[in-house]
Antibody, heavy 122, light 110 residues
């Protein structure tokens, strides 16, 4: 059964770079036609789509975050990662990784990680 | 402010039916598939409806989805207390080349 697990620091200082990794088990990132992405949810608020990546490296980003976001994939480790630069308190959120069976013209998260809370504070 | 518009809350009694609306435009709902997610408190969202009206394996047929023009609707019949959750609609936005979500609707089963 497919499982996704987020990992990374739970506390990041303002102006620094937030870095998270999603480890996929029960399936191979590099041998399937899926997109792998990140979604976040500030405390008490709704979902915000951050971006997604295909195993070949094709990426799509939320335009409002595009200048600060990089999503990459490491097929040898069956992982994909998120980097968000120049963070502020507004980036405090639960960050989820998720799989989508499509991308570029559609999106649906059919498998999600449990989420990890990242707090931006000095 | 979310790209897709949902009512903040809906409520109904156990056993009754409720609908949750999701409004967008021609760049998103109007020309792309809609999905719906259930989020129980403290847990990750779970896909409940995809491609406008399809249910993943294991989702009860009490849950249904529909789309008309630039709006979509999630319907839940035979409400149970366990259905109390936040529900989100989502789709692709062709103008943004990005996924988008609604602001979420809190369902209360009275």
């Amino acid at each position: 059964q497919l499982q996704l697990q987020e990992s990374g620091p739970g506390l990041v200082k303002p102006s620094e770079t937030l870095s998270l990794t999603c480890t996929v088990s029960g399936g191979s990132i590099g041998s399937s036609n899926y997109y792998w992405g990140w979604i976040r949810q500030p405390p008490g608020k709704g979902l915000e789509w951050i971006g997604s990546i295909f195993y070949s490296g094709t990426t799509y980003y939320n335009p409002s975050l595009k200048s600060r976001v990089t999503i990459s994939v490491d097929t040898s480790k069956n992982q994909f990662s998120l980097k968000l630069s120049s963070v502020t308190a507004a980036d405090t959120a639960v960050y989820y990784c998720a799989r989508s069976p499509c991308g570029g013209s559609c999106y649906r998260g059919d498998h999600w990680g449990q989420g990890t809370l990242v707090t931006v504070s000095s | 402010q979310s790209v897709l518009t949902q009512p903040p809350s809906v409520s109904a009694a156990p056993g009754q039916k409720v609908t949750i609306s999701c409004s967008g435009n021609s760049s998103n709902i109007g020309n792309n598939y809609v999905s719906w997610y259930q989020q129980l408190p403290g847990t990750a969202p779970k896909l409940f409806i995809y491609d406008n009206n399809k249910r993943p394996s294991g989702i009860p047929d009490r849950f249904s989805g529909s789309k008309s023009g630039t709006s979509a609707t999630l319907g839940i019949t035979g409400l149970q207390t366990g259905d109390e959750a936040d529900y989100y609609c989502g789709t692709w936005d062709s103008s943004l080349s990005a996924g988008v979500f609604g602001g979420g609707t809190k369902l209360t089963v009275l």
